[in-house]
């Protein structure tokens, strides 16, 4: 994996990190560079097409099921090597990694992440990113891929703060969505088109 991070490829500011200390959650715009995002969106369709993603399951290990009622979004998992721009987007989220261990010591030390897709009317009921046997996925990372969403085309990210009114958050293009996986209920609504992302998580060493 190439470890130079060409600096026009991604900008994290600092009011992100801030927001997601003060409120256990925060967005940001223009996090990839509209080039970084058009190549990984292409590269999720391109998937779509060819029968690469498959239908996402909810739960773990022998209570694993797909729950189309649940959760109706088609996934593929990212392996480093997979594509250039797969290894541009891992180049990129190894420098949140460690931007987000120097502001708050949080020990993250491995990310994982999948291409997901959610067709229209397709949506993922409110859940949290931990489950009761797994508290390693610390902080959960959701970045669009949708270049000229519109607001009317539904889709939004609800999140359920445990202390304040929830948010909804559009699946505009290149936008940054983070947020504490433990204390964050949060749900997909359906959306009237093909609605891209790439769903993440930082993973904290196990004691
Ligand atoms: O796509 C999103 O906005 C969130 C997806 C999500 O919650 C998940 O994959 O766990
Ligand atoms: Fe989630």
């Not at 970084?36 to 996402?56: I, Q, V, W």
């Not at 989220?93 to 992440?113: H, I, K, T, V």
Request: hydrophobic share 45%; net charge negative.
């Amino acid at each position: 994996m190439p470890t130079e991070l060409p600096a026009s490829d991604y900008g994290l500011h600092q009011p992100t990190l801030d927001g997601l200390a003060q409120h256990g959650w925060s967005q940001q715009n223009l996090f990839l560079s509209h080039d970084l995002t058009l190549a990984l969106a292409a590269e999720c369709r391109a998937g779509a097409a060819a029968g690469a993603l498959a239908l996402a399951a909810v739960g773990r290990g022998t209570a694993q099921a797909v729950r189309g009622d649940i959760r109706g979004d088609r996934i593929l998992w990212l392996e480093a090597g997979q594509s250039a721009a797969c290894d541009r987007y891992l180049v990129v989220m190894e420098a949140l990694r460690l931007a987000l261990n120097r502001e708050f010591f949080l020990g993250l030390d491995s990310y994982e992440s999948h291409y997901a897709l959610y067709t229209p009317g397709a949506a993922y009921g409110k859940h949290l990113d931990r489950f009761r046997d797994d508290d390693l996925r610390t902080v959960s990372v959701v970045i669009y891929l949708n270049p000229d969403w519109q607001l009317e085309q539904g889709g939004a990210l609800r999140l359920h703060p445990l202390d304040a009114p929830s948010s909804d958050i559009a699946p505009m293009g290149s936008r940054l969505v983070l947020f504490l996986s433990a204390d964050m209920p949060h749900e997909v609504l359906p959306a009237t088109h093909d609605r891209l992302s790439l769903a993440g998580w930082f993973r904290r060493r196990p004691h």
